[in-house]
């Protein structure tokens, strides 16, 4: 393990140290340093715990044998006012742990007291246009800059010591509907990040900007008719104009990036997965409506779409194509592959050649899908017709009864991937809805769904489930039901533990390989965020952000007697074992 001056004077700064140069530029994290990061035990640098997102330590301090030993080493509050959802990653980088709170808040405590040492809010204007709550997922780390994406949609860039604003850019107009939440990333000098607002009929498509400046490098819509930008020069149109959009209808198309993406060094492409087509009402736009519902590999020098696959084709459920794609290598039918595994909204854990986006494999990871009945060799989805919302008259059109939910199969909470089992641990959720369509006109920020729904239980005895994915087999090896629906991210570690928490409050490790409940803490809300560990002074550390909200209490429907008395809340919980 390299030690805090090591770390602290790694890279570029190191190098103009020893050579007597210029006053020190970049102090902290440097791109390889981001790129190692799912190695470097000490840290936690990047989204996702290294750039393809595995969620994965070897560090085994903390194993099956003791995690029921472990105890809080100390909690911090966000305080205030704003207790809304707690959706953050911890980044942890030198004796600091910097968390984003709800409302664009960014904080930094001290990683061995819980001191705070800064916060920073962000002013937000009242105008602002977040669909489902007031979160924010997590920052980025650059030298001296701690990154994080603000409600408004603007990009800040905060001194990581200080908490001063370097540089604050704006990455569309909130005014139109658009916002931001996700986590940037950061790959070979550039901060990459999509945009917020598929309920309002925006169009989706992810930015490059050089970490340093804020500037934007490169601009692509991911809507099939826009034109794409390379430093301030025309780049080349997204897809082929009208090929599966009619008419206007691909200029409010959608397809908002709004989770962030992943970065495969192998391959040296970044992964993006884009929302739902807009509006909901699909009788309003036929065609496959490309490139929505999909996962794009972009090139990371130019922006330009190397390859796409579309998740839910025409999708007229809400099913946003947006998450998480993480690479992985695997052995299939006596082949060495490079793969990426995405667990999708829709309901099914698709497995594709990462190399080309060739279709591998779609099997069902919740109870029920109801809009599809497997997927065939091409990967295009056997669609049941009667699934589909169907067109409406004048007023409210016929509902049907449609499962996954518009909440999903999975949400936005990230599943972890375990370099020992070979397991992908998704946190899912059984649920239905009665969803209907409506008329509607394309109105600048205003919200364009044209459907209704209401969200149903389908199971007496849960809504929640973390499933172990086999993704060679397509099969769940063990599943752990909650009764709320889970909303937090996964953390799996060398030590056979798989982390996750509940909205009625726990944090929770399981065993990997058997999905036993091994311990659990009670952390006073729910927790929704992201579970990370990493070492400090010879100790294995276990940290989350506990504070109920999200999309859930939002839009539950009949499914919130499952949540009623949840209290909210806004803290960062640190855990280890006792000495
Ligand atoms: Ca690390
Ligand atoms: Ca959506």
Redesign the pocket.
């Known amino acids: 393990m390299k030690g805090p001056i090591m770390r602290a004077l790694s890279g570029v700064a190191a190098m103009t140290l020893a050579m007597g140069a210029a006053p020190l530029v970049a102090q902290g994290p440097t791109d390889a340093d981001l790129m190692n990061d799912a190695k470097s035990t000490g840290d936690v640098l990047t989204y996702g715990m290294g750039p393809q997102a595995h969620r994965f330590s070897t560090l085994n301090a903390i194993n099956s044998g003791n995690v029921s030993k472990m105890v809080p080493a100390f909690s911090a509050s966000l305080g205030g006012e704003k207790q809304r959802g707690q959706e953050a990653q911890p980044i942890v980088y030198d004796g600091i742990i910097y968390v984003t709170g709800s409302y664009s808040r960014l904080f930094a405590f001290d990683a061995r007291t819980g001191e705070e040492k800064w916060q920073y809010d962000a002013r937000l204007p009242d105008g602002i246009m977040p669909c489902c709550d007031v979160v924010n997922r997590g920052a980025a780390i650059h030298g001296d800059k701690i990154i994080f994406a603000t409600l408004d949609a603007r990009l800040v860039a905060l001194n990581r010591l200080t908490g001063k604003v370097i540089w604050n850019k704006q990455i569309a107009d909130y005014k139109e509907g658009y916002s931001a939440t996700a986590a940037p990333l950061i790959v070979r000098g550039m901060v990459i990040t999509g945009n917020s607002g ?2 309002f009929g925006v169009v989706g498509a992810v930015d490059a900007r050089d970490v340093n400046t804020g500037e934007l490098i490169w601009h692509r819509p991911v809507i099939e008719g826009h034109m794409g930008t390379l430093k301030g020069q025309d780049n080349g149109v997204t897809g082929k104009l009208n090929a599966t959009w009619q008419g206007d209808l691909w200029k409010s198309g959608g397809g ?1 990036t709004w989770l962030g993406g992943t970065y495969d060094p192998d391959t040296n492409l970044l992964f993006f997965g884009t ?2 087509p807009a509006p909901w009402n699909s009788h309003l736009r036929p065609g496959d409506n490309l490139y929505t519902a999909s996962t794009l590999a972009i090139d990371p020098e130019t922006g330009v779409i190397k390859w796409h696959y579309q998740t839910t084709p025409h999708d007229g459920w ?1 099913f ?1 194509g947006v998450n998480e794609f993480i690479p992985f290598d695997a052995t299939i039918n006596g082949k060495p592959m490079k793969l990426g595994a995405k667990a999708d909204r829709n309901g099914y854990f698709f497995v594709l050649d990462r190399t080309n986006g060739k279709f591998i494999s779609a099997n069902k990871f919740v109870m029920q899908t109801t809009w599809a009945n497997g997927f065939n060799k091409a990967g295009k989805p056997n669609v049941i017709p009667e699934g589909r919302p169907p067109a409406p008259g004048e007023g409210k059109g016929k509902s049907v009864f449609a499962s996954p939910s518009f909440l999903g199969g999975k949400n936005w909470m990230p599943m972890a991937y375990s370099q020992d089992t070979g397991l992908f641990y998704i946190p899912s959720n059984d649920w239905g809805m009665d969803i209907w369509n409506e008329p509607i006109a394309y109105k600048k920020g205003a919200a364009y769904l044209g459907a209704g729904f209401t969200i149903k239980s389908i199971a007496e005895d849960h809504i929640g489930a973390l499933r172990a994915m086999d993704p060679k087999t397509g099969k769940i090896v063990w599943e752990y039901k909650n009764k709320a629906p889970l909303w937090g991210g996964v953390l799996s570690t060398g030590g056979n533990l798989v982390f996750t928490g509940t909205p009625e409050g726990y944090l929770k490790a399981f065993d990997a390989k058997t999905g036993q409940e091994l311990w659990k803490f009670q952390t006073g809300s729910g927790v929704v965020g992201s579970p990370v560990t990493w070492e400090q002074d010879g100790e294995q550390y276990v940290a989350v952000m506990s504070g109920w909200g999200g999309a859930v209490p939002l839009w539950g429907g009949e499914v919130a007697k499952s949540f009623k008395d949840i209290n909210q809340g806004g803290a960062l919980w640190v855990f280890k074992l006792p000495k």
Do not use: F, L, R, S
């Open positions: 598929g309920e908002a929302g739902n809400d946003d």
